[in-house]
């Protein structure tokens, strides 16, 4: 989790149209897989404030 969560952070602004939201467009809270089909993390890429927080992770496993 711990890397997953350093390499969005190290995306900066582009974090904000990394993973999927239901509508495709950037911002609002997104949805990262977590490798092997284990789960998915929920983040929400705040570029004004140069932050990235993590919302949710839901481990299947």
Do not use: K
């Amino acid at each position: 989790m711990e890397r997953i969560a350093t390499e969005l952070a190290a995306l900066g602004t582009d974090a904000e149209t990394a993973g999927s939201r239901p509508e495709d467009r950037p911002g609002g809270l997104r949805n990262v897989p977590i490798p092997g089909g284990r789960g998915f993390i929920q983040f929400l890429a705040v570029p004004r404030h140069e932050s990235l927080y993590i919302c949710n992770i839901v481990w299947n496993g």
